[in-house]
């Protein structure tokens, strides 16, 4: 795989209608010593360490390698090690980087839409805790290159096709979170 690629996708009346789009996908590797990000982005996406930055979507990223920082308003200092999902939120601060020495491999997805807007505020995610450790997990991986396929062929119809991947990565990593509550509940893991 590439050290980078990403793709700003345009959403039209189809995919508004359809509840849940896309609006980037991306991967990044980072090795050390390299300057973060390494790859120029769209200015409405231009992450600058000072002064951070406010997004429109939500996004969520996976770190597969590597360990960084976080910083976001509701949590202004957080170590973030390989195999920890992130979710950002709309118009809330944020900002993060690989740690120089390690760097760190990174993968993405922006996604919004009434359907993203009503799961997001049921409380399945929220803005005070936005980490899922799920380790290196290969069923994200796979989900992940999956999203970044359909954008590299982007066929008739790849921006429901991204949704639904999408929709399926939050359904697991929600799994996910799920069973680790349960870690210290031995009557919790057996139900």
Known sequence: MNHTFFKYLKVGAIEERWGLYVTSVGYSKVEPNQIYPNEKHPESHDLIWPPGRLLPDYSLLFIARGKGVFGSKENPSSDVEEGTCFFLFPQVWHRYR???KRGW???????NGYYAQQLM????????????????????????RRLLDAVKESLTGYPQQLAGITLQLLGLIHTVALHKSFDN???????
Do not use: A, M, Q, T
Not at 105 to 111: L, R, T
Not at 125 to 136: A, C, G, M, T, V
Not at 185 to 191: E, S, T
């Open 98 to 100: 690989p740690d120089i």
């Open 105 to 111: 491999e990174e993968y993405w997805v922006g996604f």
């Open 121 to 144: 505020s049921e409380g399945f995610f929220n803005k005070e805790s936005p980490f899922i450790h799920i380790r290196l997990n290969k069923d994200i991986l796979i989900l992940f």
């Open 185 to 191: 509940d031995p009557v919790g893991r057996l139900i």
